[in-house]
């Protein structure tokens, strides 16, 4: 387990894990850049974000889930192993949820990423 020095606690009282935070900014870094918006990795990101101006349809998220899916597992296969991605948008609101496994703890981890809205 990695240790922050300074020593720090995470929100439930115990050791912070800073890796964790790392892999958490990894995903949403893939999640919410888009292709082309890098110079040196024209191909880097999901193009998730296109998903809040496209129409709603069951193909379309499924698409959208099969593409993100993909971008995870092709720039972050040497930290994380995806398991799922649930996509949705309503109104101007992007909502993703990626469940994945740290290759370094095997515990499965679930994060929610909400993009856009009043929030």
Not at 19 to 29: F, K, P, R, S, T
Not at 30 to 35: C, I
Not at 51 to 58: A, L
Not at 80 to 91: G, L, M, T, Y
Request: net charge negative; charged share 10%; aromatic share 10%.
């Amino acid at each position: 387990m990695n240790v922050n020095f300074p020593f720090q606690f995470d929100g439930t009282g115990g050791t912070a894990d800073p890796l964790a935070d790392y892999l958490n900014q990894l995903v949403e870094q893939v999640l919410f850049t888009s292709p082309g918006e890098r110079v040196n990795l024209p191909d880097f990101g999901s193009g998730l974000l296109q998903m809040v101006f496209s129409p709603t349809s069951p193909e379309i998220a499924a698409a959208t889930q099969f593409t993100v899916q993909g971008a995870l597992q092709k720039w972050l296969s040497g930290q994380i192993k995806v398991q799922s991605v649930v996509a949705s948008s309503v109104d101007s609101t992007l909502t993703v949820t990626v469940t994945y496994t740290p290759l370094n703890t095997g515990v499965s981890q679930v994060q929610t990423f909400v993009y856009g809205g009043n929030g």
